[in-house]
């Protein structure tokens, strides 16, 4: 009888059953980033919320890789909301600056045209 080419050797660490791959770890539930779009700009702390809140259901199905990706949507979340509370930070300061600004230029030109 000859052997059987095309049978799959028994792997090495069970011998004689089946392969055992370890769980990944858990990936990060980033609640704090998602803390973070409540403060920095709210409108975006239900997705990330949402995003947060299916990091380990996903991992405990099985599906890493969907865990990873509900992980990194909220970290990245929160970044966005970090990054979009700058901009509308230094706006409204560059706005009240040229208010100021104009109320300055425009009190000057009206004091140097009063009639004594």
């Known amino acids: 009888m000859y052997p059987n080419q095309f049978q799959t050797p028994a792997p090495s660490n069970v011998p004689g059953g089946p392969m055992h791959h370890p769980r990944p770890a858990l990936p990060p539930i980033n609640a704090g980033w998602a803390a973070a779009t409540v403060v920095f700009f709210w409108p975006l702390a239900f997705a990330a919320f949402n995003?947060?809140?299916?990091?380990?259901?996903?991992?405990?199905?099985g599906d890493y890789a969907g865990a990873q990706r509900?992980?990194?949507?909220?970290?990245?979340?929160?970044?966005i909301s970090l990054i979009l509370w700058a901009i509308?930070?230094?706006?409204?300061?560059?706005?009240?600056?040229?208010?100021?600004?104009?109320?300055?230029?425009?009190?000057?030109?009206?004091?140097t045209h009063t009639h004594h």
């Open 51 to 61: 995003h947060s809140s299916r990091v380990f259901p996903l991992w405990s199905m």
């Open 70 to 79: 509900a992980s990194d949507q909220t970290k990245s979340l929160g970044k």
């Open 88 to 111: 509308l930070g230094l706006g409204i300061l560059a706005l009240y600056g040229f208010a100021i600004w104009a109320a300055i230029a425009l009190d000057s030109d009206t004091s």
